[in-house]
């Protein structure tokens, strides 16, 4: 720990000074309202250890990792039926990319661009009369934090600009893979997309996928060692969208990333690490997160390879 620490701290110190080329997302109009600046690192032990560094404790829009949870809650109510609607291949496309979904008759590559997590909030409201308020307890208690929540505003925003987001679900309903109302299911997701959490937060939560999918602070069997192992197969084929080479590549973790500015990552049977830098590259994931968790990695010779 002692040696993860002071690693995490030199490298923190160095990417204070970063030349990040990051541009922020600005395309739902709230998150341009976050300072750009803002540089946090959290990374969770499963000795339950944490090494918080600058903006940690900051809460900021999880945006994308939320499809995660989301995927968790589904999974585990309908197993492997959820695949028969969205696949597990890696789309090779943009999170927002409209083109592989009418040539594949709607039917998502994966769980985590949008048009697949949208499928997914469709299944989670065939179930629930309130979807959002099942997945906000489910979120609370895996954090253990009643105070988290969804950010209204972030969630108003992104659902007035939210055209392309509806264009995808008009056409997955089109192919019949949208049972519920349209409207019900974009609320539903544009509400996940707005919950707000700070690295430290995200860290502690998501280490159960380091744990074979049992969560180290209270046992809770959150995924079974199975079905665990597949999520992190899916997040380190599909979790940065058109960048899941990259990241397999120059860092070497299942992870997920989110506009907002987060990444998390995971290194089995060691740690959950989150950062927390808003500029994103093209791909829409951080830029400075990115070149970060790079340089982590390769300095303490972590890997799943
Ligand atoms: N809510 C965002 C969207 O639907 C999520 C995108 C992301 O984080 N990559 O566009």
Redesign the pocket.
């Known amino acids: 720990m002692e040696n993860i620490h002071s690693v995490l701290e030199n490298i923190y110190n160095k990417f204070t000074h970063f030349e990040d080329k990051g541009q922020q997302?600005t395309?739902?109009p709230e998150l341009a309202n976050v300072n750009e600046n803002l540089f946090g690192i959290s990374l969770t032990t499963l000795n339950q250890e944490q090494v918080n560094l600058g903006d940690a404790q900051q809460k900021f829009s999880v945006?994308?990792?939320?499809?995660v949870l989301l995927l968790i809650m589904a999974y585990n109510i309908e197993g492997e039926k959820i695949w028969k609607r969205v696949d597990v291949e890696p789309s090779g496309a943009a999170?927002?990319s409209m083109i592989l979904l009418e040539l594949e008759k709607g039917i998502p590559r994966n769980p985590f661009i949008?048009a697949g997590?949208i499928v997914i909030a469709d299944i989670l409201l065939s179930h629930y009369k309130n979807p959002e308020n099942e997945f906000i307890s489910f979120v609370r208690r895996l954090t253990n934090d009643t105070s988290i929540d969804f950010d209204l505003k972030v969630y108003a925003s992104?659902k007035s600009v939210?055209y392309?987001?509806y264009a995808l679900i008009n056409m997955m309903k089109s192919f019949g893979n949208i049972t519920n109302l349209i409207d019900e299911v974009m609320d539903f997701?544009?509400k996940i997309?707005?919950l707000s959490m700070s690295c430290a937060q995200l860290s502690k939560t998501f280490l159960f996928f380091a744990n074979d999918g049992v969560d180290p602070f209270t046992n809770e069997v959150v995924l079974t060692p199975s079905r665990n192992r597949r999520i992190n197969a899916i997040m380190l084929l599909c979790g940065f969208?058109d960048e899941a080479g990259e990241f397999a590549y120059r860092v070497g973790l299942p992870g997920k990333?989110?506009?907002?500015g987060g990444i998390l990552a995971i290194l089995p049977n060691k740690y959950a690490v989150v950062v927390f830098s808003p500029k994103l590259n093209e791909k829409?994931?951080s830029y400075r997160g990115m070149a970060f968790l790079e340089c982590l990695t390769t300095e303490l010779s972590d890997s799943v390879f």
Do not use: L
């Open positions: 997302a395309y739902i945006q994308s990792i939320s499809k999170f927002n949008n997590a992104e939210g392309r987001n997701y544009f997309c707005s969208y990333s989110g506009v907002g829409g994931n």
